[in-house]
Each structure stands twice: as C-alpha cells, then as structure tokens.
C-alpha cells in the first residue's frame, strides 16, 4: 500500500520558518518526480514546489509567490521529501500535500499528473 506522510507542519508567526517532511516507501520515492502542493480554506490545491529524481540532475520547480523562500529537497538515502519554508506570511496558510509522479514526461506543476498523495499537514501562519 502507498503511504506518502506529511509532518513538520504547525502554527508560527509570520516570517518564521516550517521544514515539513514527507516518508515515502522506497518504491513510490523513486518517483521521476516529488512535489509539494497546498490548498487553503475556499481555494483550490495549487502548485508550491517540485523536484526531480537525483541521477537525473534534481530539478527543481518553484511557484513565483514561494520562490526565494521556500526549498524543496529529496534525501535517497531516508527516502524523505522536505520542504523548507522561511519568510512564512499569513498568505502561506494552507494543508500542505506531498505527492509523486511517476513519469518524467508531463508538466511537474501539475497536480493531475501525480500518481500518489499524502492526507496533508496544517500550516498556520499568523500575522
């Protein structure tokens, strides 16, 4: 059975800092692709973060309001997703999901792509 797992996720003050995790078993964590993906109270899930597989070169793809605050990163060795977030603002709120996908073909920022997903973590970030 897939199990992707979130933690990490909280409430802090705005402009702190979050890392979330995200465990995979081994076999989903050689996905071509892992992402980061939030969806906030009223709105729809949209794209944060992607990253793709290490023996590839390891990728990386950031949503324009995230860039230059938050870091995706996959450890093979713990078969482990983080996401470290810094600069956190109110706007930030949101479950964050991790995911995968399979393919390298495709769009990484599209969240219809991924195969797998995680139940989500709460982050709460006050102002």
Same mark, same amino acid.
């Given at each position: 059975?897939?199990?992707?797992?979130?933690?990490?996720?909280?409430?802090?003050?705005?402009?702190g800092s979050?890392?979330?995790?995200?465990?995979?078993?081994?076999?989903?964590?050689?996905? #071509? #692709?892992?992402?980061?993906?939030?969806?906030?109270p009223g709105?729809?899930?949209?794209?944060?973060?992607?990253?793709?597989?290490?023996?590839s070169g390891?990728?990386?793809? #950031?949503?324009?309001?995230?860039?230059?605050?938050?870091?995706?990163?996959?450890?093979?060795?713990?078969?482990?997703?983080?996401?470290?977030?810094?600069?956190?603002?109110?706007?930030?709120?949101?479950? #964050?999901?991790?995911?995968?996908?399979?393919?390298?073909?495709?769009?990484?920022?599209?969240?219809?792509?991924?195969?797998?997903?995680?139940?989500?973590?709460?982050?709460?970030?006050?102002?």
């Amino acid at each position: 059975q897939v199990q992707l797992v979130e933690s990490g996720g909280g409430l802090v003050q705005a402009g702190g800092s979050l890392r979330l995790s995200c465990a995979a078993p081994e076999r989903t964590f050689s996905s #071509y #692709y892992m992402g980061w993906f939030r969806q906030a109270p009223g709105k729809e899930r949209e794209f944060v973060a992607a990253i793709a597989i290490s023996w590839s070169g390891g990728s990386t793809y #950031y949503a324009d309001s995230v860039k230059g605050r938050f870091t995706i990163s996959r450890d093979h060795a713990k078969n482990t997703l983080y996401l470290q977030m810094n600069s956190l603002k109110p706007e930030d709120t949101a479950v #964050y999901y991790c995911a995968a996908k399979r393919g390298r073909t495709g769009r990484p920022t599209s969240g219809h792509e991924y195969d797998y997903w995680g139940q989500g973590t709460q982050v709460t970030v006050s102002s």
